[in-house]
């Protein structure tokens, strides 16, 4: 039975991994226009801390991607193991999310004019760094509690080392005779 973290994690898996995709389209188009010089263009602009911006927005945007395919994986099997490297790459996705959140907030606070592509990169870096911390919330919620999540404390798989009626794994509890050098 799939438990309340797994069924509100799911949907937010998938909205942050297209945001994701959206931020790393637009962000390349605007960082390839700076590269190239073309600040002039009407639907970019920019100022100070837009170079900074867009390659932090680039690094949060693979680094995001990354995560919600490993965070698929979690969501499939939805066991304690498979939360470990989920929840690694998701906090690592949250902290360079939040660095570029940072760096829109300076960019929209030196002002100037900014096109709407750019815009849109720093709206859907605000929106990704408070849905990106609440999907890290909810797959690590099982901490408190297994009816949201898997729990840290279960660690039986039915795998190995089993005593009474559960059988044991191929080779299990037969002693090794000799050493082989």
């Not at 602009?45 to 390659?55: E, K, P, R, V, W």
């Not at 919600?68 to 690694?88: C, E, F, P, Q």
């Not at 998701?90 to 606070?109: D, N, P, Q, R, Y």
Request: net charge positive.
């Amino acid at each position: 039975m799939a438990t309340v973290g797994r069924n509100v994690a799911a949907p937010l898996l998938f909205l942050n991994l297209l945001m994701y995709v959206i931020v790393l389209g637009f962000a390349s188009w605007c960082l390839n226009r700076f590269i190239n010089g073309q600040t002039y263009h009407p639907s970019f602009g920019g100022n100070g801390a837009t170079m900074f911006f867009l390659i932090f927005a680039i690094l949060a945007a693979v680094l995001g991607i990354v995560s919600k395919l490993i965070g698929s994986n979690h969501l499939r099997t939805w066991r304690s193991d498979s939360l470990a490297s989920a929840g690694a790459t998701s906090i690592i996705a949250w902290a360079v999310t939040a660095l570029a959140f940072g760096l829109a907030c300076k960019e929209i606070h030196i002002g100037g004019h900014r096109g709407w592509r750019l815009r849109v990169v720093e709206a859907f870096i605000i929106i990704l760094t408070f849905t990106q911390l609440l999907y890290l919330l909810l797959i690590h919620a099982g901490l408190y509690s297994s009816r949201y999540g898997p729990g840290y404390r279960d660690t039986d798989y039915g795998v190995g080392g089993a005593t009474g009626d559960h059988p044991m794994h191929k080779g299990a509890g037969v002693p090794v005779t000799g050493t082989r050098v």
